[in-house]
């Protein structure tokens, strides 16, 4: 038998997130590029953003250099690494995100030419990340949808403008653990939560 899905949001019913999506009129354009792997992940968080944000745009890869070029020309990248910039409190154009798992989001950087060639940022103070679900690479890791957040409120001078994103978030990680079996959320998970 198929899975019921909400029309709406687009997860199955019994884990429908319309009741905690609001809707954000942002100022900075968001711009994603996401490895073909990432829009089938059940916590998926860019889908998530993408139904709060008034303004984002998701391409997938692989993707030809000039198009990405020319579509991400004016953008700054968040991808930080041990030579990474803080990003600009002023920074005026879009906001580029590379959705992937740390070593794809590597390797989509390394292959894409426009990209290898580009400044990377990193979110000069952010908060802590709240992907309690995750097995992270780093302590300070941030999921895609913590980071594009983190980036928007310090770019706009907004404070917690963005705070419904995590809520958003949070009550998508809680559908997730009610579905996972106690023994091995806390095997695997616990000492994260």
Known sequence: MMRAYCSACRYPQNMCLCAHITHIENKTPILILQHPKE?????????????????MEIRHTPID???CHMWTKDAALLF???????????????????DATWPKAQGMRLSIPS?????????????????????AVRPNALSSIEAIAAALEHVERSPNKYDALRSAFRARIQMQIQHIDPIVFQKNYCAKS
């Open 80 to 98: 930080p690494h041990h030579q990474s910039l803080p990003l600009p409190s002023d920074h005026k154009g879009p906001l580029l995100f590379l």
């Open 115 to 135: 990209l290898r060639t580009k400044t990377c940022y990193h979110i000069p103070v952010p908060k802590k990340g709240e992907y309690t679900i995750r097995k």
């Open 65 to 67: 250099d000039d198009l």
């Open 39 to 55: 829009s089938k992940h059940p916590l998926n968080t860019i889908h998530i953003a993408k139904q709060c944000l008034k303004t």
